[in-house]
């Protein structure tokens, strides 16, 4: 969160050191870096293809994703509270269209501004809001009809996905 512009090459199977080197040009850049869906990659971690929250740690991940739709990750919350000066606790919810909404992250600024929110990132200021029945949004919204055309070829990719042998 918080880049301008990025340059640095990672492929999609990156060692841990392409990673660390990641991390460290979107700090020197002044972003923060959130690590996301852990809870949806327990079984990666065990064989290795996936860092465990203390290499996230180590390696300077600034937040971890504790909730993402309806999907509450209780390990690695606690283990934000364990180290809550280093690493932050933030939600996502891959929202493509404003209907029901579980999760939120706050932060409390006075002043409404990109430095204020960023400020408050850096220095780990936040809470999460979770409801785990949902709150139905209540803006008002339209729909993007190139996602309402092309959602069908997303869904058939995404069942074939327990097929890909590289999945991960």
Known sequence: LGLSEWTLNIP???????????????????????????????????DGTTPTREQLLD??????????EDVFDEESYQFCLENNET?????????????DVYCWTAINVTSFT???????LREHKTKVIYDPIGVEE??????????ILL?????????LDEYYIGHG
């Open 59 to 68: 390696w300077g991940v600034d937040f971890l994703e504790i909730v993402n």
């Open 114 to 120: 990109k430095e204020a929110l960023m400020d408050q």
């Open 138 to 147: 209540k803006g008002v919204y339209e729909r993007n009809i190139g996602y």
């Open 151 to 159: 959602r069908p070829f997303y869904d058939f990719g995404a069942s």
């Open 12 to 46: 999609s199977n990156p060692t841990d050191e392409e990673i660390q080197q990641a991390i460290n040009e979107a700090h020197r850049q002044g972003a923060v870096v959130v690590a996301n869906h852990l809870v949806w990659t327990y079984e990666t971690v065990e």
């Open 87 to 99: 690493i932050g606790v933030i939600t996502g919810t891959d929202m493509h269209s404003p209907e």
